[in-house]
């Protein structure tokens, strides 16, 4: 397929659209789908998508209705595109690599590299090679065990997730890391709701959600808060809907109206075919980018200032004084908000968060959700503690229709953490693991996503195999993380297209290729299932339905526990051909391990699947205190220098994490152009810079190393005043891999000071 070519740069700007969905989500996703495979192979796909029996989507990690609620057409736009893609009938074949060496493909963009289509066999780069060529399964097998071998310690090794991985293959590859003696297990969580986790984990004891699907539905208001549903999670705004059939309201916040936040046109009723669709935001708080903290510490001021004015019908004290601490400190401390810095923290008004206020007052359940608009920020952690201190002020955790709801952007993000896939797995999860297979894990934290790219930057880690996702245009710092893996002696990628992260080699490079969502995976014990875990605590199957893209192709189970086997030997007597034969054995090994999974494969083999409890819905919080805690967070806000902007990197609606599908945003009004910048009028007006200019993007960090972005195309749009937006993974570069959350280590993308430059070279 590299006849393919990549889509004319000739930007078009039309009206962003004041409603998502509709019969054009339809007809795109149909589109997309059948340039990539046939009619059969597309409905084979699309009627088994986030069906009880059938393939769970690899998208997002929105949950589904219960069975017997789910439409025969269970899937967002994004979500038939993304299966299908994956679906592809392309193919990449040995002549392929035979044609094109690295350094051309490494010249390509993600779409041309994405569109080739499926990976058919292993391939290497050897040492001083220009080009991959083709090597069996087991020579890559005994390429990665020595390399593992001759490293002075296991420490060099990198161990990289993404979310797409299933249960049991990430149980497997965090067992092997740790039989192996390290903890370096990065994850795409480090890069995105690491805040999340660590403020709930501080705050509640559980670093997940509390809400259910249903809990949404019967809230009577939602906050979405630094979020698109609209793109990210289409299916939401379907569960948002269900809230305003109940009488709920939303309020969104966000530094763009984006078009998902406003009204919604459900493509399988008839209004939102030929009718007006549903209004999603009741109000829209246009905020300046990280004012999210500010906004909630006002919020919390108001409703201390009520409960004075009205003792005991404003503030649930008994849920305060059964189950936090915390609460006289956090009181002083939120009554010293002044609101000369709250309004020019979030550029709204007194009356603005006056009117939520009042909608806050009258609203018995309270539900939160977010998404990186809060935790890609220095003080995402403080941020998203403040929203716990305003949940809990109310008793709003632990009941229905309330509670906190950060909702995730990829498929099996939250099960793979669940599995063990973290670099500071607590000591209870250790201890069950070497009980179980009979060793002793390594006790001393591993490295994290930005801490693996600095100690490869630095010659320090030498070995890294990244199992899905497409690690070097999903991190900071491109220039940074490309040379990092550079300096490696191998790395291995466990993928089942081609991506940008096959072309920045180390000295060493192996494509291993696997199964994907769609296909079925067939072993010695007959046909297998997977498993996932959604945003909230649902864990369910998905089975394959198509024939595999090549007969060449290994699970990423079999590959595991392969490379385990030519690593480890007979070490520790850990069963891995057992493993990779049957994977209801690696379920019932979870099963003694993982609180919650007891009875693992009779639960999941149910029709929907089952729930992970949260303790705390059950008055229950595994914090230190075994009380939730109140928290003081200092007021924080970004300060941009004059002649500058505040950047936030986002993903265009055509688009599935770094990989785009279309250069087009049609609900931004973008069209078939990628290098743009969405900038305020009146912020162009004070930086005298015309719409349609041509500038470089140049952000601002101590290091005093200038990252530069070129050649972008400013675009008059309403961001919120001191902003600018615009796409990544061609932003990364701006983001310094110093500049990170204050205790989660997240990068911060959501903002990136930078200044606009006329191009340096417009052509």
Same mark, same amino acid.
């Given at each position: 397929?590299?006849?393919?070519?990549?889509?004319?740069?000739?930007?078009?700007?039309?009206?962003?659209?004041?409603?998502?969905?509709?019969?054009?989500?339809?007809?795109?996703?149909?589109?997309?789908?059948?340039?990539?495979?046939?009619?059969?192979?597309?409905?084979?796909?699309?009627?088994?998508?986030?069906?009880?029996?059938?393939?769970?989507?690899?998208?997002?990690?929105?949950?589904?209705?219960?069975?017997?609620?789910?439409?025969?057409?269970?899937?967002?736009?994004?979500?038939?595109?993304?299966?299908?893609?994956?679906?592809?009938?392309?193919?990449?074949?040995?002549?392929?690599?035979?044609?094109?060496?690295?350094?051309?493909?490494?010249?390509?963009?993600?779409?041309?590299?994405?569109?080739?289509?499926?990976?058919?066999?292993?391939?290497?780069?050897?040492?001083?090679?220009?080009?991959?060529?083709?090597?069996?399964?087991?020579?890559?097998?005994?390429?990665?065990?020595?390399?593992?071998?001759?490293?002075?310690?296991?420490?060099?090794?990198?161990?990289?997730?993404?979310?797409?991985?299933?249960?049991?293959?990430?149980?497997?590859?965090?067992?092997?890391?740790?039989?192996?003696?390290?903890?370096?297990?990065?994850?795409?969580?480090?890069?995105?709701?690491?805040?999340?986790?660590?403020?709930?984990?501080?705050?509640?004891?559980?670093?997940?959600?509390?809400?259910?699907?249903?809990?949404?539905?019967?809230?009577?208001?939602?906050?979405?808060?630094?979020?698109?549903?609209?793109?990210?999670?289409?299916?939401?705004?379907?569960?948002?809907?269900?809230?305003?059939?109940?009488?709920?309201?939303?309020?969104?916040?966000?530094?763009?109206?984006?078009?998902?936040?406003?009204?919604?046109?459900?493509?399988?009723?008839?209004?939102?075919?030929?009718?007006?669709?549903?209004?999603?935001?009741?109000?829209?708080?246009?905020?300046?980018?990280?004012?999210?903290?500010?906004?909630?510490?006002?919020?919390?001021?108001?409703?201390?200032?009520?409960?004075?004015?009205?003792?005991?019908?404003?503030?649930?004290?008994?849920?305060?004084?059964?189950?936090?601490?915390?609460?006289?400190?956090?009181?002083?401390?939120?009554?010293?908000?002044?609101?000369?810095?709250?309004?020019?923290?979030?550029?709204?008004?007194?009356?603005?968060?006056?009117?939520?206020?009042?909608?806050?007052?009258?609203?018995?359940?309270?539900?939160?959700?977010?998404?990186?608009?809060?935790?890609?920020?220095?003080?995402?952690?403080?941020?998203?503690?403040?929203?716990?201190?305003?949940?809990?002020?109310?008793?709003? *955790?632990?009941?229905?229709?309330?509670?906190?709801?950060?909702?995730?952007?990829?498929?099996?993000?939250?099960?793979?953490?669940?599995?063990?896939?973290?670099?500071?797995?607590?000591?209870?999860?250790?201890?069950?693991?070497?009980?179980?297979?009979?060793?002793?894990?390594?006790?001393?934290?591993?490295?994290?996503?930005?801490?693996?790219?600095?100690?490869?930057?630095?010659?320090?880690?030498?070995?890294?195999?990244?199992?899905?996702?497409?690690?070097?245009?999903?991190?900071?710092?491109?220039?940074?993380?490309?040379?990092?893996?550079?300096?490696?002696?191998?790395?291995?990628?466990?993928?089942?297209?081609?991506?940008?992260?096959?072309?920045?080699?180390?000295?060493?490079?192996?494509?291993?290729?696997?199964?994907?969502?769609?296909?079925?995976?067939?072993?010695?014990?007959?046909?297998?299932?997977?498993?996932?875990?959604?945003?909230?605590?649902?864990?369910?199957?998905?089975?394959?339905?198509?024939?595999?893209?090549?007969?060449?192709?290994?699970?990423?189970?079999?590959?595991?526990?392969?490379?385990?086997?030519?690593?480890?030997?007979?070490?520790?007597?850990?069963?891995?051909?057992?493993?990779?034969?049957?994977?209801?054995?690696?379920?019932?090994? *979870?099963?003694?391990? *993982?609180?919650?999974?007891?009875?693992?494969?009779?639960?999941?083999?149910?029709?929907?699947?089952?729930?992970?409890?949260?303790?705390?819905?059950?008055?229950?919080?595994?914090?230190?205190?075994?009380?939730?805690?109140?928290?003081?967070?200092?007021?924080?806000?970004?300060?941009?220098?004059?002649?500058?902007?505040?950047?936030?990197?986002?993903?265009?609606?055509?688009?599935?994490?770094?990989?785009?599908?279309?250069?087009?945003?049609?609900?931004?009004?973008?069209?078939?152009?990628?290098?743009?910048?969405?900038?305020?009028?009146?912020?162009?007006?004070?930086?005298?810079?015309?719409?349609?200019?041509?500038?470089?993007?140049?952000?601002?960090?101590?290091?005093?190393?200038?990252?530069?972005?070129?050649?972008?195309?400013?675009?008059?749009?309403?961001?919120?005043?001191?902003?600018?937006?615009?796409?990544?993974?061609?932003?990364?570069?701006?983001?310094?891999?110093?500049?990170?959350?204050?205790?989660?280590?997240?990068?911060?993308?959501?903002?990136?000071?930078?200044?606009?430059?006329?191009?340096?070279?417009?052509?």
């Amino acid at each position: 397929m590299s006849g393919i070519e990549d889509p004319s740069d000739d930007l078009k700007v039309t009206p962003p659209k004041t409603w998502a969905t509709g019969l054009p989500a339809v007809t795109h996703a149909l589109e997309y789908s059948l340039s990539q495979t046939s009619p059969r192979r597309t409905m084979l796909t699309l009627l088994n998508i986030n069906q009880a029996k059938g393939i769970d989507c690899p998208g997002c990690a929105w949950p589904e209705p219960a069975p017997g609620k789910r439409h025969m057409n269970e899937y967002c736009e994004n979500g038939a595109k993304h299966i299908n893609d994956e679906a592809t009938s392309r193919r990449v074949t040995r002549d392929f690599f035979r044609e094109h060496s690295i350094a051309e493909l490494d010249s390509k963009s993600d779409y041309w590299l994405n569109q080739q289509g499926r990976l058919t066999e292993p391939m290497v780069k050897r040492p001083g090679a220009t080009h991959y060529e083709p090597i069996g399964w087991d020579e890559a097998f005994a390429v990665l065990a020595r390399e593992l071998k001759q490293l002075a310690s296991p420490d060099e090794a990198l161990f990289y997730v993404s979310g797409r991985l299933n249960n049991e293959a990430a149980f497997l590859l965090q067992l092997f890391a740790r039989a192996y003696g390290t903890n370096n297990l990065p994850d795409c969580s480090n890069m995105c709701h690491e805040s999340s986790g660590f403020a709930m984990a501080e705050t509640l004891g559980v670093g997940k959600g509390t809400v259910s699907l249903d809990d949404l539905h019967h809230s009577d208001l939602v906050f979405v808060v630094g979020q698109n549903p609209g793109t990210n999670h289409p299916r939401m705004l379907s569960a948002l809907e269900e809230t305003k059939r109940n009488g709920g309201q939303v309020v969104a916040v966000n530094t763009l109206p984006e078009a998902g936040l406003l009204r919604f046109k459900h493509p399988q009723r008839p209004r939102g075919i030929i009718g007006k669709g549903t209004q999603i935001a009741d109000q829209f708080l246009h905020i300046r980018a990280g004012g999210d903290l500010a906004l909630f510490q006002a919020l919390n001021l108001l409703l201390l200032e009520a409960e004075d004015a009205a003792p005991g019908t404003v503030i649930d004290h008994a849920f305060i004084e059964k189950n936090t601490i915390g609460f006289d400190d956090f009181e002083k401390h939120a009554r010293q908000v002044t609101w000369e810095h709250v309004v020019d923290a979030t550029g709204l008004s007194r009356e603005e968060i006056g009117e939520v206020f009042q909608r806050v007052l009258k609203a018995d359940r309270i539900i939160v959700c977010w998404a990186m608009g809060l935790t890609q920020h220095k003080h995402g952690v403080p941020s998203i503690r403040e929203v716990i201190n305003f949940l809990m002020l109310r008793g709003n *955790i632990g009941r229905t229709g309330a509670g906190a709801c950060p909702v995730r952007g990829h498929s099996n993000v939250q099960g793979d953490r669940t599995m063990g896939v973290w670099e500071q797995m607590p000591k209870e999860f250790l201890d069950a693991l070497g009980h179980e297979f009979g060793f002793t894990p390594p006790r001393h934290h591993g490295l994290d996503a930005i801490h693996g790219i600095r100690s490869m930057h630095k010659g320090r880690a030498r070995f890294f195999l990244g199992v899905a996702g497409n690690f070097v245009r999903a991190s900071p710092d491109s220039d940074v993380t490309e040379q990092a893996m550079r300096n490696c002696r191998l790395t291995a990628h466990i993928s089942t297209k081609l991506n940008r992260s096959h072309t920045v080699c180390g000295e060493t490079a192996l494509i291993l290729p696997t199964l994907g969502r769609s296909d079925r995976d067939i072993q010695a014990s007959g046909e297998q299932f997977v498993t996932v875990e959604d945003s909230m605590s649902d864990v369910h199957a998905s089975r394959g339905k198509l024939p595999p893209a090549s007969p060449y192709l290994l699970s990423e189970v079999a590959i595991i526990s392969r490379m385990a086997r030519a690593t480890l030997g007979k070490r520790y007597m850990i069963p891995w051909e057992e493993f990779e034969a049957d994977y209801g054995t690696i379920r019932d090994r *979870i099963a003694r391990v *993982i609180p919650g999974f007891e009875d693992f494969n009779a639960r999941v083999s149910e029709p929907g699947g089952f729930h992970l409890p949260n303790p705390a819905n059950h008055g229950v919080f595994p914090t230190p205190s075994g009380k939730a805690v109140f928290t003081r967070n200092e007021f924080t806000a970004p300060r941009v220098p004059e002649g500058h902007l505040l950047l936030q990197t986002l993903r265009s609606h055509d688009q599935w994490n770094t990989i785009w599908y279309a250069p087009n945003d049609r609900y931004r009004g973008i069209h078939n152009a990628r290098r743009v910048v969405m900038v305020n009028p009146a912020d162009l007006k004070l930086l005298g810079i015309a719409d349609g200019a041509v500038v470089d993007l140049v952000s601002v960090w101590h290091d005093g190393r200038e990252r530069r972005a070129e050649n972008f195309k400013v675009v008059a749009y309403p961001a919120s005043p001191g902003s600018a937006a615009a796409y990544y993974p061609e932003t990364n570069v701006l983001v310094p891999l110093d500049s990170v959350a204050d205790i989660s280590n997240c990068p911060t993308s959501k903002g990136v000071v930078v200044r606009l430059e006329p191009a340096r070279d417009p052509g």
